[in-house]
């Protein structure tokens, strides 16, 4: 996700209509237009920006346009069956109008554009357990090794009832909300224990909370496996980290690697770059086209492979998305890579984030292209070996052998044990011969 930061005008507090609506609204039309003002520091992608040309307060709306939606805030606030707030309509307008423009776009408030500030950072200030609704409840996923809840004991399908005191039923976003704080402060968590009944308070100190990203197991002596479970700023380190242990604990060197981008949503534009490039030794990896010159690139790979060019395969499925899609097209299209799997979701746009006088806005500002030229928007990738059958979510690697446990990582690890070339017609796999 790449980052952007503009100025945008500030309309004030609006608490009266009647007679000044029409004046106020033509204020809004300039702000609404006028979100791409003067540029200030980036948020996500460390890259400088240039302002769109041709966009300014110059571009107003037509005064028909500002009437009516003068007009029907105006009956909105007089005549509602219920008395709504000025901001909160506003908001509202704001929200719709952004979300009309396609799926991927929209208004953030605070407290949302803090989430995905967060999301894209790689560590965060909490007690370290990933939740999910269930049910009635909020149940523990996964408590992150190290962190103040993996320390004082909390475990996989524990369930919070209370969050300093307060029921949370099965709202998980308003648990998490609630655990998150400043480091060094204490969150008391109530939690039930499924298999014995039992009811504990928790006292835990949160703490910065680092987010690895790269989960990694030796699938077989020599062949190595690496999911990638989004894209953060850390993620093309702790891929390099990744691969330093599975070479350490393969002495004889890893002769393959099975990537695994499942379920993989994307994330930060340049990480999935920068994972692209660690198995490219040259070439495009990527090219994207927009209005503003900085919404059009391209980017290269540079000198060297961290695999030495062995046998590299990628695993895909219909969660695979965006900056995943964007590593996928690249191995694919260099020939560095087999993909298997299934049809990967086909998000071929970039969003830009870029924070407003109040919350932010996530616009798409780029279509992007594989280095073949291809766009993959609303088709997808397909796969070099297509695994029928219903798609199963991968298998936590910290469980048994992945090898043994997930199926289509079999598949994969046969696929790098014995490369092989795939004659495709019309998408789907008719022969596989060995490669001479």
């Known amino acids: 996700m790449r980052g952007l930061s503009r100025h945008v005008w500030n309309i004030g507090n609006l608490r009266h209509m009647s007679t000044r609506s029409h004046t106020w609204v033509a204020l809004v039309a300039g702000a609404v237009i006028g979100f791409s003002g003067a540029l200030a520091s980036n948020v996500f992608a460390e890259r400088q920006t240039e302002a769109a040309p041709g966009v300014g307060s110059d571009d107003m709306l037509p005064w028909q346009e500002a009437h009516l939606f003068a007009e029907v805030f105006d009956r909105v606030k007089r005549d509602y069956v219920d008395p709504e707030d000025d901001h909160k309509l506003v908001e509202n307008a704001i929200r719709g109008m952004v979300s009309a423009l396609d799926p991927h776009s929209a208004f953030l408030d605070n407290e949302e554009f803090e989430e995905i500030r967060l999301s894209t950072m790689g560590s965060y200030p909490g007690v370290g357990i990933e939740v999910a609704a269930d049910g009635s409840a909020v149940k523990i996923v996964h408590p992150i090794p190290g962190s103040p809840a993996d320390r004082a004991g909390l475990k996989s399908g524990d369930l919070i009832s209370q969050i300093d005191g307060v029921d949370v039923g099965a709202d998980a976003a308003a648990a998490i909300a609630r655990m998150r704080g400043g480091a060094g402060t204490v969150v008391r968590l109530t939690v039930r224990r499924p298999s014995t ?178 766009s993959i928007h609303e088709t997808g990738i397909l796969p070099d070996l297509i695994i029928e059958g219903r798609e199963e979510p991968p298998v936590d690697p910290d469980g048994a052998p992945l090898a043994r446990s997930d199926a289509e990582v079999r598949i994969a690890l046969d696929a790098v044990e014995h490369p092989v070339h795939l004659a495709r017609a019309g998408g789907s796999v008719v022969a596989m011969s060995p490669v001479p």
Do not use: C, W
């Open 197 to 374: 009944g039992e009811v504990k308070e928790y006292a835990l100190r949160r703490a910065e909370v680092a987010v690895h990203s790269v989960l990694a197991q030796t699938l077989a002596p020599g062949y190595g496996y690496a999911r990638i479970t989004e894209f953060s700023e850390t993620t093309p380190h702790d891929l390099d980290t990744a691969i330093a242990e599975l070479k350490h604990s393969n002495r004889a060197g890893l002769k393959g690697l099975v990537l695994d981008l499942r379920n993989n949503p994307g994330g930060v534009l340049e990480a999935g770059v920068a994972v692209a490039d660690a198995f490219l030794d040259h070439g495009v990896i990527v090219t994207a086209d927009g209005r503003t010159p900085d919404a059009r690139f391209r980017m290269d790979a540079t000198a060297g492979d961290v695999l030495d060019g062995a046998p590299l395969v990628v695993l895909v499925n219909g969660g695979t998305a965006s900056a995943a899609e964007i590593v996928a097209g690249a191995l694919k299209d260099h020939g560095r890579a087999e993909i298997i799997g299934h049809r990967t979701y086909g998000k071929g746009t970039v969003q830009t984030v870029m924070p407003l006088s109040r919350g932010a806005l996530k616009l798409t500002t780029s279509r992007y292209f594989t280095p073949s030229g291809a």
